[in-house]
Structures are given as structure tokens and as C-alpha cells.
């Protein structure tokens, strides 16, 4: 296969062998990829029910490998052709099980990627230990990594505070298991393949690590989860996968789904995006002035303002946020809304709305 533009794949899948076309795409031309690769399940003999009946497992024949030895060497090759790929500012995420998850953690560290999280996703209708010889498997294990410890990788942190109800979010995401109508079937009503993801999960990975127009790239397409959500979210896909009867079906599925049609929808707040206004910029426009007091919200504590843009208290001296912090005995502190000052009624007024204030300004110089 000759070189592959970029621009000539975007939102398609082609149906071929991962590291083949990785190998031929245009280098650092992908801005995430997120990769499900088989987990060489090794799981021997059928599964069944108490009721003897069988449980659908993971059988297929991409699943199937020699030894550890060239699952191992299977993984280097495809890891070895997405870092060739990926952007340097660009990032990777690899889902996986107890099976292989270490197998992969080590060989991504080995090649130079920078691992950022692991995130746990607990399954909350997980399928049940049928022999009870085991704890059951409740959850798979996510590692996102950008492509070295430099890289100027993106998180959108705001977007997925405000998914979680304006609450930090945790390494450890409760997202049940692809079941009902979101479950692609073949002909015969079966499961088209067998480990289809959720879209919840997509939807979480993309929104907190590709912004709209991204190029997301997913090396083992499957049912196409990826796609969809990518589509739905604005953003470009590129969709690899050896099955052709898995590519026919993410290809109806995609087409299924519509993109959000307002465009100013796919957008989002993030501190991030905003100028940098340090505390003396509001001391220097005369918003607030040397000798001026601020407060905490219960006029609990007070600083005064000196000349430099600096707190001085009974107890601290330094700028906000240290001497926010010290006030608290914290090791850290927020002094753009820890801080208050007194408008002409007497009342407290957060200093965060003269940084915003003085970023208004700015836009419109």
C-alpha cells in the first residue's frame, strides 16, 4: 500500500490489517487513537451456565495467539506503527483486562509513551463467576498516555468536572456493559461482536481528550463505537478493521447517526482556553488598590493589598494563593475565589469577577 493522506480517510473504515495501514498513513498525522485490541482471552474449553446452557465468550480466531511470547510481538508491531501516527502533542488510549492489560502497560512504557491514568471501568451488570472458582470480573482497565512526558497533550478537565455534576472526575468510571438496542446483532439475532463497547465509555474518552475537528483514529474498529460517537461529538475518525462483516455493520450503524447540527452545541467552557491574568494586572488598572483589604467569604481571615500585587496578613505574606492557603493551613489554595473584597454597599464581592473583568477588556482591545 502506498502513503495514505490524512485527509483522504478521514471519517471512513478501511478494511485491512491495522498495522499495514498505520504503516502506510502519514506520520504524526492523528490526534488520538483509541485502541481495543484483542486480549488473547485464552479461554479453553466452552463456558456454560448452572443450566448447562453456554455462555457467550470470546472465541473468535483474532483473539487466538501462539504464546505470550507473540501476542507480545503482535503488540509492539501495532503499538509501534500508532506511535508513527500519532501527533507529538497527540494521546493514546489502550482498553484491556487482567489477561493482557500488563502485557500492554509494559510495552507502551517500553516504546516511550507517557502513561497519564489508568482508569478502572467498573461494569455494573458485569457477567457472574458461573463456577464460582473466582472473584467475578467486574471491570477492564483503561490506560491513557500521550506520546512522551513532554507532549502538550489535551484534557479537557472543566468539560468533564461539568459531566460529573460540577465534582472533580475520579479514575474510577461505573458505565454498565453494552446491552438492548445499542447491541448490534447479525442475521440470526446473535451479538455481531463479541465485546462491543458502550458508547458511554467513548463518549467520556473523547470528551476529555480531543476537542472538536479532532482526527481520532481506532486501529481495531469493530462494531464502530468509536465512529459514532466521534461523529456525534463533531469530531473525524478513521476506522481500521480486518473483518469485513464487522466493517459492514459499523458502516449502517454510522450512518445512522447524526451529528449535532448546531455547531455552537459541541462547544464547552474550559479555564484552560482563557489568557493567564495574574493578580497584578487588577492592581495596576486600579480595579482594587494598594492598602485595600480582602476577605474570606465568612470574614474569617483578611490580607491587605500591597503596591506589588502581593497579600501581607498577621500571619503570611506572598501572593494570593499562598497566602489563601496559609490562612487555611492548606497546602494549596485557589485565591481567585478564595479572596472577596468590599463593594460601596458594605458587601463581598469575589475578586474572580475582576479577573474577568480584566479578560474582557483584553478581547476587546
Not at 472458582?133 to 506520546?147: D, G, P, Q, V, Y
Request: with cysteine; aromatic share 10%.
Amino acid at each position: 500500500m502506498s502513503s495514505i493522506r490524512t485527509e483522504t480517510i478521514l471519517n471512513t473504515i478501511i478494511n485491512d490489517d491495522c498495522i499495514k495501514v498505520m504503516n502506510a498513513m502519514e506520520e504524526n498525522s492523528v490526534d488520538v487513537i483509541f485502541a481495543d485490541p484483542p486480549y488473547n482471552l485464552q479461554l479453553g474449553d466452552a463456558l456454560t451456565r448452572p443450566d448447562n446452557s453456554n455462555v457467550s465468550g470470546v472465541y473468535e480466531e483474532w483473539d487466538n495467539f501462539e504464546s505470550p511470547a507473540a501476542y507480545d510481538q503482535y503488540t509492539k508491531a501495532w503499538m509501534t506503527a500508532a506511535r508513527r501516527v500519532l501527533k507529538e502533542n497527540g494521546s493514546i488510549w489502550v482498553i484491556g483486562s487482567y489477561h493482557n492489560i500488563f502485557r500492554v502497560g509494559y510495552i507502551l512504557q517500553d516504546l516511550g509513551f507517557w502513561i497519564l491514568n489508568d482508569i478502572i471501568w467498573n461494569k455494573v451488570n458485569p457477567m457472574p463467576n458461573f463456577k464460582g472458582t473466582r472473584f467475578t470480573n467486574a471491570h477492564e482497565t483503561l490506560i491513557w498516555a500521550s506520546k512522551s512526558p513532554t507532549s502538550k497533550y489535551t484534557f479537557n478537565y472543566e468539560a468533564m468536572k461539568a459531566l460529573n455534576e460540577d465534582t472533580q472526575r475520579r479514575s474510577d468510571w461505573s458505565i454498565p456493559l453494552c446491552t438492548g438496542k445499542e447491541r448490534l446483532k447479525d442475521a440470526e439475532g446473535n451479538k455481531l461482536h463479541p465485546t462491543q463497547k458502550p458508547e458511554a465509555l467513548l463518549y467520556r474518552v473523547l470528551m476529555a481528550s480531543s476537542k472538536v475537528d479532532d482526527v481520532v483514529l481506532d486501529p481495531f474498529f469493530g462494531t464502530g463505537t468509536t465512529g459514532a460517537v466521534a461523529k456525534k461529538l463533531g469530531r473525524h475518525f478513521i476506522g481500521i478493521e480486518k473483518d469485513a462483516g464487522y466493517v459492514v455493520g459499523a458502516q449502517q450503524r454510522i450512518d445512522a447517526v447524526e451529528r449535532v447540527k448546531n455547531e455552537l452545541c459541541l462547544e464547552f467552557s474550559s479555564k484552560k482556553r482563557q489568557p493567564r491574568i495574574p493578580f497584578g494586572s487588577v492592581v495596576e488598572r486600579g480595579l482594587l488598590t494598594p492598602g485595600d483589604w480582602l476577605f474570606d467569604a465568612s470574614r474569617k481571615h483578611c490580607a491587605v493589598i500591597r503596591s506589588d500585587g502581593t497579600l501581607k496578613s498577621e500571619t503570611a505574606e506572598g501572593s494570593i494563593h499562598q497566602v489563601g492557603a496559609a490562612a487555611q493551613n492548606a497546602p494549596a489554595c485557589n485565591g481567585w475565589v478564595f479572596w472577596h473584597f468590599e463593594n460601596e454597599r458594605k458587601e463581598l464581592v469575589c475578586i474572580d469577577e475582576l479577573r474577568q473583568q480584566v479578560r474582557d477588556e483584553m478581547k476587546n482591545v
